[in-house]
């Protein structure tokens, strides 16, 4: 399943409208990664530069220039018979135009020439700074070449700004179409976690039980997942990005899958918990009753207009006075709060946003304060407990029980869409579900 095409061109577009006259917007694709030796990781493009072109090659640049006439121009890697035999098609400059719609293409070896005439006497080139994968160095030489030509009347770009802001807002909300995307790959992986609790037995691997998620998505569309999934047991549910999965799953264990496919580069993310052996012990329930009890109330406060942090709190106070009821934490609730003695055992926020990357652009705060939902956005619901195998604090019972439950939530116009209710959660169903399996 995929977006249709015409929406790349409409996302330039819209683009172009909110950017200031006489500007220039640069994004860059991602490159192919090195695993070891001449061996590559899968390919995954950048998600800005997929977001404004759906075009999934390696090395180009995209630049716009809004104006009477908008410009939209690619640099990409050229037509190459021998390179094509070995690696795959290219679209080439002549490609990038015919199918994807830019206004000009060229080929990547013209991109030095090129870009100084682009940026001459621009007030303003956004583009993201200062990352990893920066354009910093590149763009500064050509910054240089322009600097080079000022006496035969070329002018350096006034300011540089961080392209963030404006893309980043822009990916924030969700049109109807990205939704069903999203919903879609939602689903996937929620009968990818079904599965999963069915075909659970003790004395299997973790990574085994990874193989039926990851073969669950592959079967169903999802050829990739949107992040590295986490398969922990026992004790390992603590280690909050567990992703060695190579431990055996044994009689009690409880079993925390954090997985979600992806589908055209739009994740899903989700969450379970559940007993190896069908049945939970009294304290691995009642530690899931807490978390579940805010997962249910949080997704319920979910609307437009609820502030953010305001989510995260109430998360706070259900799971704080669940510890203090269940003797984990003692004193007053409040005062615990205050004072972060939670941290213990909740170290992490109710979600983040989520989009085309797992954890997705778009701040939390605006003008240095909270934000608040709005329709459109997409967002976890992911409250967790985790009790250290080695914390003397509490009674040894409790020890090494870790839980998590997350959903994807969209802000509606009244309310809320859980993307990912098809999975169970109420611990009762839970448990018919692996008895029948
Ligand atoms: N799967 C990453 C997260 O839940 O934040
Ligand atoms: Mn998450
Ligand atoms: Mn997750």
Redesign the pocket.
């Given at each position: 399943m995929k977006l249709d095409r015409s929406i790349y061109q409409q996302r330039r577009a819209a683009l172009l409208a909110k950017m200031p006259a006489n500007s220039v917007m640069l994004i860059a694709a991602a490159s192919h990664q090195s695993r070891n030796g001449d061996a590559e990781y899968a390919f995954r493009q950048n998600s800005d530069f997929y977001y404004l072109t759906g075009f999934n090659e390696p090395d180009g640049l995209l630049v716009l220039k809004p104006g009477s006439t908008s410009l939209s121009v690619l640099f990409t890697q050229p037509r190459d018979r021998d390179m094509e035999i070995w690696n795959g098609y290219r679209a080439g400059p002549e490609g990038c135009v015919a199918d994807y719609g830019v206004d000009a293409a060229y080929e990547l070896k013209e991109i030095d020439t090129q870009m100084p005439n682009l940026i001459d006497g621009v007030d303003q080139l956004f583009y993201p700074l200062a990352r990893k994968t920066s354009l910093d160095g590149r763009v500064k030489g050509w910054i240089e070449s322009v600097a080079q030509r000022v006496r035969a009347g070329a002018a350096v770009p006034k300011a540089l700004t961080d392209s963030d802001t404006l893309l980043h807002e822009m990916r924030l909300f969700k049109s109807d179409a990205e939704v069903e995307l999203m919903a879609h790959a939602a689903e996937i992986s929620a009968q990818a976690h079904v599965t999963a609790m069915q075909e659970c037995r003790v004395g299997m691997n973790e990574f085994q039980l990874e193989a039926i998620i990851q073969s669950h998505c592959m079967k169903s569309g999802a050829r990739y997942q949107a992040y590295t999934p986490i398969v922990a047991a026992g004790a390992n549910a603590c280690i909050l990005h567990y992703i060695e999965n190579d431990k055996p799953i044994a009689d009690g264990d409880l079993i925390l899958i954090?997985a979600?496919c992806e589908l055209d580069n739009y994740a899903s993310?989700?969450?379970r918990t559940f007993p190896a052996n069908g049945k939970f012990t009294a304290e691995q329930r009642a530690i899931y009753e807490l978390v579940l009890k805010a997962n249910i109330a949080c997704i319920e406060l979910v609307k437009p207009g609820l502030n953010w942090d305001a989510l995260h709190q109430a998360s706070v106070r259900i799971l704080t006075e669940g510890l203090v009821e269940l003797g984990l934490l003692s004193g007053d609730v409040d005062a615990l709060i205050d004072s972060g003695a939670f941290r213990r055992f909740y170290m992490h926020r109710i979600g983040h946003w989520l989009g085309m990357d797992v954890h997705d652009v778009g701040s939390y705060r605006v003008n240095g304060e909270w934000r608040d939902l709005e329709p459109g956005m997409v967002t976890?619901v992911?409250p967790g407990l985790y009790i250290a195998p080695d914390d003397h604090s509490v009674e040894a019972r409790w020890r090494g029980i870790g839980v998590r439950i997350?959903d994807d939530v969209l802000v509606t116009a009244t309310g809320a869409r859980v993307l990912t209710d098809s999975v169970p959660k109420d611990p009762d169903e839970i448990e018919a579900l692996m008895a029948n399996a």
């Open positions: 954090d979600g993310d989700i969450t976890t992911e997350e």
